[in-house]
């Protein structure tokens, strides 16, 4: 048993030395895998932010028969208070679900419901199907999975004849899209050498990014049609993605190498690597002195759905690690979500600070990437947890009448919560080994998409009072930071394939 397990680990390391080796560089073959794994993320970005525009209050004027009369209509009345024939809507009664359903004057939770089930079904989805990605399906195939489920659930929407069916659609839709951005992150980084890795994982947050960017636009373009066309325009191109998806994209030769197919590791990494490079990884291969079945052996154990979820909280290190950014993600999300889902609460044009929102986090990316390769993660995730915070509970604090101030602070928040994240997902990568590695950012990743749970309720609850929409978010993200204080740093370390591994690893540092 001890001699099939040092085998083990010398294949292992053979592994790390070969992708190490043959991912130096970077060509157009890996460019063109990295574009359409990382799709899977720009619509998974525009069904998470649709629901600005589809769930939104519309806009409503005095009808022109009674502003010349004795009515009491004004602009400043709730229309709630008046007679249906003292008021219209200024778009088609169908522009959102609010004025299609009549649900002007329901309760703000009944009107939060939708946003909030498509968050808690990605929190639901997360850790049913997160683990599936390092035990039986692998990362390529959950991921197909995911994305298939999402987009047909996005299409199934338009024939929603009421809330309570919209808000169930909308469950499944985020149920499937649970584990899009930590399969699309985790494939993205397994695939290359530690050069390339903090650029390439940037790429999953830039094409998701680009999804809520869109969405401005495709919402501008049918700002005088349904909501149930937002629906329709998203969905068909994410369906028509799923086959890209299934016949272009392949697995992580790490996960493959972990599960005994060796041969099919090796010829993607031949695939991807440099013309000269195929031979020297067979010779590579071959000089472990161990045949794929070893590693096909070893394996059978791993195959259990939810070990790697027994393992996370079966080792101290990795569960102290796991509830710490656990509780950095929730934190990070309340400002993260709810700052572009409350945007309709601060009196600004909604087409334009979604936009200006969407394009902030552009710039976050190469500053990332800087962060990443020069400074340590830690201080850098802590430094911008405390300025959104502070930002945020600014924002609260700022009258009506300062509305530039308000959105200048809203958009300072959301940026420094996105760089935060930025960091921590790829933090979490790091963090973790092969073997748990997608469950651990699968984790990190639910307790994100649970924080906007609640943050998409306090949105509703918080329109007449800020401080319980950004005061809140504010202060969540605010005092997570500090747990980031629990965890090591990672710059310029490898990739671990084993808990042994990383224990080993963590050893050599301490000692």
Same mark, same amino acid.
């Given at each position: 048993?001890?001699?099939?397990?040092?085998?083990?680990?010398?294949?292992?390391?053979?592994?790390?030395?070969?992708?190490?080796?043959?991912?130096?560089?970077?060509?157009?073959?890996? /460019?063109?895998?990295?574009?359409?794994?990382?799709?899977?993320?720009?619509?998974?970005?525009?069904?998470?932010?649709?629901?600005?525009?589809?769930?939104?209050?519309?806009?409503?004027?005095?009808?022109?028969?009674?502003?010349?009369?004795?009515?009491?209509?004004?602009?400043?009345?709730?229309?709630?208070?008046?007679?249906?024939?003292?008021?219209?809507?200024?778009?088609?009664?169908?522009?959102?679900?609010?004025?299609?359903?009549?649900?002007?004057?329901?309760?703000?939770?009944?009107?939060?419901?939708?946003?909030?089930?498509?968050?808690?079904?990605?929190?639901?989805?997360?850790?049913?199907?997160?683990?599936?990605?390092?035990?039986?399906?692998?990362?390529?195939?959950?991921?197909?999975?995911?994305?298939?489920?999402?987009?047909?659930?996005?299409?199934?929407?338009?024939?929603?004849?009421?809330?309570?069916?919209?808000?169930?659609?909308?469950?499944?839709? %985020?149920?499937?899209?649970?584990?899009?951005?930590?399969?699309?992150?985790?494939?993205?980084?397994?695939?290359?050498?530690?050069?390339?890795?903090?650029?390439?994982?940037?790429?999953?947050?830039?094409?998701?990014?680009?999804?809520?960017?869109?969405?401005?636009?495709?919402? $501008?373009?049918?700002?005088?049609?349904?909501?149930?066309?937002?629906?329709?325009?998203?969905?068909?191109?994410?369906?028509?993605?799923?086959?890209?998806?299934?016949?272009?994209?392949?697995?992580?030769?790490?996960?493959?190498?972990?599960?005994?197919?060796?041969?099919?590791?090796?010829?993607?990494?031949?695939?991807?690597?440099?013309?000269?490079?195929?031979?020297?990884?067979?010779?590579?291969?071959?000089?472990?002195?161990?045949?794929?079945? %070893?590693?096909?052996?070893?394996?059978?154990?791993?195959?259990?759905?939810?070990?790697?979820?027994?393992?996370? /909280?079966?080792?101290?290190?990795?569960?102290?690690?796991?509830?710490?950014?656990?509780?950095?993600?929730?934190?990070? %999300?309340?400002?993260?979500?709810?700052?572009?889902?409350?945007?309709?609460?601060?009196?600004?044009?909604? $087409?334009?600070?979604?936009?200006? @929102?969407?394009?902030?986090?552009?710039?976050?990316?190469?500053?990332?990437?800087?962060?990443?390769?020069?400074?340590?993660?830690?201080?850098?995730?802590?430094? /911008?947890?405390?300025?959104?915070?502070?930002?945020?509970?600014?924002?609260?604090?700022?009258?009506?009448?300062?509305?530039?101030?308000?959105?200048?602070?809203?958009?300072?928040?959301?940026?420094?919560?996105?760089?935060?994240?930025?960091?921590?997902?790829?933090?979490?990568?790091?963090?973790?080994?092969?073997?748990?590695?997608?469950?651990?950012?699968?984790?990190?990743?639910?307790?994100?998409?649970?924080?906007?749970?609640?943050?998409?309720?306090?949105?509703?609850?918080?329109? @007449? @009072?800020?401080?319980?929409?950004?005061?809140?978010?504010?202060?969540?993200?605010?005092?997570?930071?500090?747990?980031?204080?629990?965890?090591?740093?990672?710059?310029?370390?490898?990739?671990?394939?084993?808990?042994?591994?990383?224990?080993?690893?963590?050893?050599?540092?301490?000692?």
């Amino acid at each position: 048993m001890e001699d099939q397990e040092t085998l083990r680990n010398n294949l292992l390391d053979s592994l790390d030395q070969i992708i190490e080796q043959s991912q130096s560089s970077f060509g157009w073959k890996q /460019f063109l895998q990295a574009i359409l794994v990382s799709l899977a993320s720009l619509f998974d970005g525009q069904q998470t932010f649709i629901s600005v525009y589809t769930d939104a209050v519309p806009s409503w004027h005095c009808s022109t028969a009674t502003t010349s009369s004795s009515s009491s209509c004004t602009t400043s009345s709730s229309i709630c208070d008046l007679p249906s024939s003292d008021w219209s809507w200024d778009a088609i009664s169908s522009h959102t679900i609010i004025s299609d359903w009549d649900l002007q004057c329901s309760s703000s939770f009944i009107r939060g419901i939708p946003a909030s089930s498509y968050f808690l079904g990605g929190v639901v989805g997360g850790f049913l199907l997160g683990t599936l990605a390092d035990s039986s399906l692998g990362r390529k195939k959950l991921l197909l999975i995911s994305s298939i489920t999402m987009s047909l659930a996005s299409f199934l929407t338009i024939f929603s004849p009421n809330i309570w069916v919209y808000s169930a659609v909308r469950f499944v839709s %985020g149920f499937g899209r649970s584990s899009i951005s930590t399969c699309v992150l985790v494939l993205l980084m397994e695939k290359v050498g530690r050069k390339w890795r903090p650029r390439l994982g940037i790429m999953q947050f830039f094409f998701f990014t680009l999804g809520f960017l869109s969405l401005p636009l495709i919402a $501008y373009v049918n700002r005088d049609n349904s909501w149930r066309a937002l629906y329709l325009c998203t969905s068909i191109p994410a369906i028509l993605y799923c086959i890209l998806l299934q016949f272009f994209v392949t697995e992580s030769p790490r996960w493959l190498y972990m599960h005994g197919f060796v041969e099919e590791a090796i010829a993607i990494l031949e695939k991807s690597s440099a013309p000269n490079y195929p031979s020297e990884l067979k010779l590579l291969l071959v000089s472990t002195g161990m045949p794929s079945e %070893g590693v096909e052996e070893t394996s059978k154990t791993n195959n259990h759905p939810y070990k790697s979820m027994k393992d996370l /909280f079966a080792k101290r290190w990795a569960m102290k690690r796991t509830l710490t950014v656990m509780v950095l993600g929730f934190g990070i %999300g309340m400002v993260y979500y709810g700052m572009p889902l409350g945007v309709g609460n601060l009196g600004f044009n909604i $087409y334009l600070i979604v936009m200006f @929102n969407a394009l902030l986090e552009i710039p976050s990316y190469p500053i990332t990437c800087i962060i990443l390769e020069r400074w340590s993660r830690k201080y850098s995730v802590l430094a /911008f947890c405390l300025v959104s915070g502070i930002c945020g509970i600014l924002c609260a604090i700022v009258g009506n009448g300062q509305k530039g101030i308000r959105i200048g602070l809203e958009l300072a928040s959301f940026f420094c919560s996105r760089t935060a994240w930025n960091l921590i997902s790829m933090f979490t990568v790091e963090l973790f080994p092969t073997c748990v590695r997608n469950s651990a950012t699968s984790l990190l990743r639910q307790s994100y998409v649970l924080s906007a749970v609640f943050s998409s309720i306090l949105v509703s609850v918080g329109s @007449n @009072n800020g401080f319980l929409s950004y005061g809140v978010f504010g202060l969540a993200i605010f005092f997570s930071g500090f747990f980031v204080a629990c965890l090591p740093d990672t710059r310029g370390g490898t990739l671990c394939d084993t808990m042994e591994e990383q224990e080993g690893k963590e050893k050599m540092i301490l000692g």
